[in-house]
């Protein structure tokens, strides 16, 4: 007989395969571009943004004693006002990456909530309704002995506050097994904090391709008449990196004189004639930094939460691959593991990620593909368990409105055998901002 388990496992492989098998045939042809190891790639970005953030998500805590325990699943949503700010310097000698980030807003949602001690044991629903605050702060630098070799310092901070009105209802088990309605309305408040850290050594690197997209984009465009050569391409993109990186947030950009120092340079050194309509299309091509390149790194890492797991540490192995086969196309990626040590349980867990990035002319951009997580529980007998496996296919779009706002939505779906390693459930991100830059 097929149990509803198995037929759950069916989808999530056929599925997972299909998602696998779609990336794989879906190649677009590579661009004839081959990166040297010795060209440089600059790209150095600050922005300051502020909006509206939209979040749904399925959360757990599990807190257990010898005597007492206390576990809650909740399905919350939340919309916040959003600021944050990021600034990236990636050079030849360094690639860094600071950002701040401050969320505020209302709060709501339901789910099951079990209360267990040697007195009684509550199994009620609850509904939630409140506030929620977050604010975070995260730092990550590679710092270059030479072309190829790095050492890696990465550490964030996060804390989130909640004040909340909590209507909860079921039935209530004392220890004489005697069963009454459980019917309670209390105003709850959490605070949760965490850091996280981690240092490494690497080999290789991820070229920042932004600045050679957008020259990549604007001379087949305007000057579809002539080949350009790689060299060319690149010599654009420099120019293009050094006129944006003489911009200052405070005071803003005019878009009109970055286009004529383009204009000339375009001009002067490679002896084409100006297009009036490059400011137009000057004011896009803001996007996350996109890669090429590959890079291996390992080393310890650690995790404190103020909850359950509390600590956490161990090591990591991570490979990544990134290709920028045109530029409408971008390939991505990555395997890694890393063992988990903790005071009750270690378990070892692997990733691997194949995805694609689609970008629409310089305005927008579409990510999809899916992530592979198989995990193993270790237990204090030293016999491991049994092999788990999680499913998260994933769906983004970014698109910039105009050269301010910018919408930027994610969609996930985690699938797993085991929920004690990752907890199933969908995944939801909506941004609606203004960026400054």
């Known amino acids: 007989m097929i149990t509803n388990q198995m037929k759950k496992h069916s989808v999530v492989a056929?599925?997972?395969?299909?998602i696998f098998l779609l990336l794989g045939i879906a190649q677009p042809a590579d661009a004839q571009f081959y990166f040297k190891n010795a060209e440089i790639y600059d790209f150095q970005k600050h922005e300051f943004n502020q909006g509206l953030h939209f979040n749904f998500n399925t959360e757990r805590e599990e807190t257990q004693t010898e005597f007492w325990r206390d576990y809650e699943e909740l399905n919350t949503g939340d919309i916040k006002f959003q600021l944050s700010n990021r600034f990236w310097n990636f050079m030849d000698y360094k690639q860094e990456k600071i950002e701040f980030n401050v969320e505020i807003g209302p709060l709501w949602g339901?789910?099951?909530?079990?209360?267990?001690?040697?007195?009684?044991?509550?199994?009620?629903?609850?509904?939630?309704?409140g506030v929620r605050s977050n604010a975070s702060a995260s730092y990550s630098s590679r710092f270059y002995y030479n072309n190829k070799n790095y050492t890696l310092v990465q550490v964030k901070g996060w804390g989130r506050y909640d004040l909340y009105n909590q209507i909860s209802k079921g039935i209530s088990t004392d220890s004489?097994?005697?069963k009454t309605g459980f019917d309670e309305e209390t105003t709850e408040n959490k605070f949760r904090y965490g850091i996280e850290a981690r240092a490494g050594w690497g080999i290789g690197r991820f070229k920042p391709m932004n600045n050679f997209m957008i020259a990549d984009y604007l001379l087949k465009k305007y000057y579809s008449h002539r080949n350009f050569s790689q060299?060319?391409?690149l010599k654009?993109?420099?120019e293009i990196?050094?006129?944006?990186?003489?911009?200052?947030?405070?005071t803003g950009h005019k878009t009109e004189i970055e286009t004529a120092q383009m204009q000339d340079f375009l001009n002067q050194k490679m002896f084409l004639i100006p297009v009036n309509s490059l400011e137009e299309e000057w004011k896009s091509g803001e996007f996350l930094p996109r890669f090429n390149g590959n890079r291996v790194e390992f080393g310890p890492f650690f995790k404190y939460f103020n909850r359950e797991p509390d600590f956490i540490y161990g090591g990591y192995f991570l490979y990544e691959h990134a290709k920028y086969c045109s530029v409408k196309w971008n390939r991505n990626f990555s395997a890694g593991v890393n063992y988990n040590a903790y005071k009750k349980q270690d378990w070892i867990l692997g990733e691997v990620s194949m995805g694609w990035s689609y970008f629409i002319k310089l305005k927008s951009q579409i990510d999809f593909g899916v992530k592979y997580i198989p995990g193993i529980a270790l237990?204090?007998?030293g016999e491991t368990g049994s092999l788990n496996h999680g499913f998260i296919p994933y769906l983004g779009y970014f698109t910039q409105v105009d050269s301010k706002n910018r919408i930027d939505v994610k969609l996930a779906y985690r699938l797993s055998?085991?929920?004690n390693l990752m907890l199933s459930g969908p995944e939801i991100s909506v941004a609606v901002y203004r960026s400054r830059y």
């Open 231 to 233: 060299d060319e391409i």
């Open 14 to 18: 056929t599925f997972s395969l299909f």
């Open 417 to 419: 055998e085991d929920e």
């Open 176 to 178: 004489n097994m005697m």
């Open 379 to 381: 237990n204090d007998s």
């Open 236 to 238: 654009f993109g420099n």
């Open 110 to 129: 339901n789910g099951n909530w079990i209360d267990s001690s040697s007195v009684a044991n509550i199994e009620a629903d609850h509904k939630i309704f």
């Open 241 to 250: 990196g050094r006129i944006k990186s003489q911009r200052d947030i405070s």
